[in-house]
């Protein structure tokens, strides 16, 4: 495909993804934050350590608006009044045990004006400060890693180890920007990790498996390339998201055409019995965080990674403890499981394509979406 069929398929595909994120309704203002907490593991040693997210009401991720990406819906709201969601989040933070592990969450970027105003950065970081967080997460986009920002967090938590997540997606430039719509280059990567080291963050690279477009083959090797490319560029961990179909989005859309099925839990598992075998260490540990394998099926999601009843909750509980303790015990137990057909279906799926690529497949999700909406392609200012 030549690189202006290729601009001409991603823009078709935003502009798709745009029309569809324009029926989602506005968070309720009565919601201004939601708790959650998680187990996992910190440091060299492995720690396990419970994490206590809390994702605060913002108008949306700016990106989200602009079309991109293709699998996320997190939210999108009305304008916000600084001072009640700073509010909000220190009321919450106060009652948090002090030296925690406290994850701050918009629904987008922690480092962009437009969603999180400098005002109220300024007054979470303060809020944040009182906590003494031995640990403080947060996402934001790598074209938003400026200095100033980083010394700002910097100097507002000098004990804390901060750790920046990064939506990379994909290690594949050209993944990245058809299949999933972000358009971030891979320089913008490599700056922000430098800048980042510069500054002392350690870093998550957040992937996918299972993105649109992609067979479940090509999926399998994107994400396994992926943790390998990030890995190798210096990301101090990697952490694997399997996709759900959200409403509201691009992939969503195209699940309910029937076009895309998420990943099995099965093919999680081989990815991560795979990446343990290259990378494990001598005592069992290996190095691969995990996430959003098992959502609830609700408004939002739905449909998930899947596997059937018979094995769900098995392959759910020791997914849990793989989460909490990264034990390569628990991934040979599960190796050994044969009560039903699930891990034979996921490894034929990996071992067979159809005989086309992502581009072959994207480009009959643009016509399908365009042959749904006759009349209607040039609604949105492009
Ligand atoms: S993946 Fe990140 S950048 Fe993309 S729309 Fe979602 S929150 Fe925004
Ligand atoms: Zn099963």
Redesign the pocket.
């Known amino acids: 495909m030549t690189d202006t069929a290729r601009h001409r398929l991603r823009h078709a595909l935003v502009r798709a993804n745009r029309q569809i994120r324009h029926g989602r309704e506005l968070l309720p203002e009565s919601t201004n934050l939601l708790v959650r907490s998680y187990p996992t593991w910190v440091g060299e040693t492995m720690r396990p350590v419970k994490m206590y997210q809390i994702w605060f009401r913002t108008r949306g991720?700016?990106?989200?608006r602009a079309g991109?990406?293709s699998?996320?819906?997190?939210g999108v709201g009305p304008e916000i009044d600084p001072d009640v969601i700073a509010d909000a989040v220190a009321a919450r933070l106060a009652l948090i045990p002090k030296r925690s592990f406290v994850y701050l969450s918009p629904?987008?970027?922690f480092f962009d004006d437009r969603e999180v105003p400098p005002v109220l950065r300024e007054r979470l970081l303060a809020s944040l400060a009182e906590r003494a967080p031995e640990h403080f997460a947060f996402?934001t986009?790598p074209e938003t890693c400026a200095p100033e920002m980083l010394g700002q967090v910097r100097r507002a938590l000098p004990e804390t180890e901060l750790i920046c997540q990064i939506?990379v997606?994909s290690w594949d430039e050209q993944i990245r920007t058809l299949c999933?719509l972000?358009p971030t280059p891979q320089e913008s990567l490599h700056r922000a990790l430098a800048e980042l080291g510069r500054h002392d963050y350690r870093t998550i690279a957040n992937l996918t498996l299972g993105g649109l477009g992609l067979s479940h083959r090509e999926a399998y090797r994107d994400a396994l390339s992926g943790v390998a490319g990030s890995r190798a560029a210096g990301f101090t961990t990697q952490m694997v998201f399997p996709l759900s179909a959200k409403a509201g989005t691009l992939l969503g859309w195209v699940h309910a055409q029937g076009m895309w099925e998420p990943p099995s839990l099965w093919m999680l598992i081989r990815l991560l019995v795979e990446d343990a075998r290259r990378n494990g260490g001598p005592d069992d540990r290996f190095d691969l965080h995990i996430s959003w394998f098992n959502p609830s099926i609700g408004d939002v999601v739905q449909a998930r990674p899947g596997c059937c009843d018979i094995c769900r909750p098995l392959v759910v509980e020791a997914l849990a403890t793989i989460q909490s303790t990264p034990d390569r015990r628990v991934l040979d137990d599960l190796l050994r499981y044969d009560r039903c057909a699930c891990p034979q279906l996921a490894e034929q799926k990996l071992a067979h394509d159809d005989g086309r690529t992502y581009l072959d497949r994207l480009t009959e999700v643009m016509e399908r979406w365009e042959a749904s909406r006759p009349g209607e392609l040039h609604l949105l200012p492009s």
Do not use: L, P, V
């Open positions: 991720c700016t990106f989200d991109q990406c699998m996320c819906n997190y629904s987008g970027s996402e986009r939506g997606e999933h972000k």
